[in-house]
């Protein structure tokens, strides 16, 4: 039997919400806007939105839209969460692990972004600026996972956004539970994080896959120094 547009529309979907256009707490666009683009109707709309609500990865919230759950990166996250509680130096082997995960996805970003990738790269990188011209941290904060969500999402692997979101969630949270951080107020650093983030930006605008990947590679090694160096082992240790 050939797929329904309400099996079609389900399948969109689930590839958006797989390949990290639509993040977990996200907003799906409107009703009428998303029927319009995916081209069917608000009914079968609402059918494929039903089918994907019933798995529990949308959520619906009167008055206020439909929403993307947490259910697709809620397997790898939560055992770990009492495991990095308790044994704090986890954190160097995640940053390790990122390493490798993140410098491939950068060299993947570069060779397959797409137009549509680079545009949303750039949106990125602008605010990332913005937000360092104002020295506004918390802003800085934020949009550094965004940044790195959306260079998983240029990869064009759905496991890369998959595990790239668990890892950065463990990550923050690991951070906080150990009062260990990145800035503090310190602006050399807040600057070398921007330096960085350019330079990516650069390697995956130019199609250079080598360069994005060495440069994430810098990256995640400046992260790791900063954190579990000398002047942050009483707070590495919890």
């Known amino acids: 039997m050939p797929p329904t547009a309400a099996d079609r529309a389900t399948r969109e979907l689930e590839s958006r919400l797989l390949d990290g256009r639509y993040a977990a707490g996200a907003r799906l666009p409107a009703e009428r806007a998303l029927a319009e683009e995916l081209g069917v109707s608000r009914g079968t709309l609402r059918e494929a939105v039903q089918r994907l609500a019933a798995r529990g990865l949308l959520a619906s919230r009167v008055g206020s839209g439909v929403y993307v759950t947490d259910r697709l990166h809620g397997g790898l996250t939560s055992p770990w969460r009492q495991l990095l509680t308790e044994h704090p130096h986890l954190g160097k082997d995640m940053l390790e692990f990122r390493r490798v995960l993140e410098g491939e996805a950068a060299a993947f970003a570069a060779e397959r972004a797409t137009r549509a990738d680079l545009t949303m790269l750039r949106g990125v990188i602008d605010r990332l600026r913005r937000a ?5 941290e918390a802003q800085e904060v934020l949009l550094d996972s965004v940044w790195h969500g959306a260079i998983a999402s240029a990869a064009h ?12 969630a463990l990550h923050r949270e690991h951070m906080a539970q150990n009062h260990a951080g990145l800035r503090f107020g310190d602006r050399a650093v807040a600057e070398a994080l921007w330096q960085q983030h350019f330079a990516l930006w650069e390697a995956i605008r130019t199609r250079a896959p080598e360069q994005a990947r060495d440069t994430m590679y810098a990256h995640i090694d400046f992260v790791r120094a900063r954190l579990t160096g000398p002047e942050n082992s009483s707070s590495a240790k919890g």
């Open 132 to 136: 360092r011209r104002d020295d506004d």
């Open 157 to 168: 692997n759905a496991m890369f956004g998959y595990l790239q979101a668990n890892l950065l």
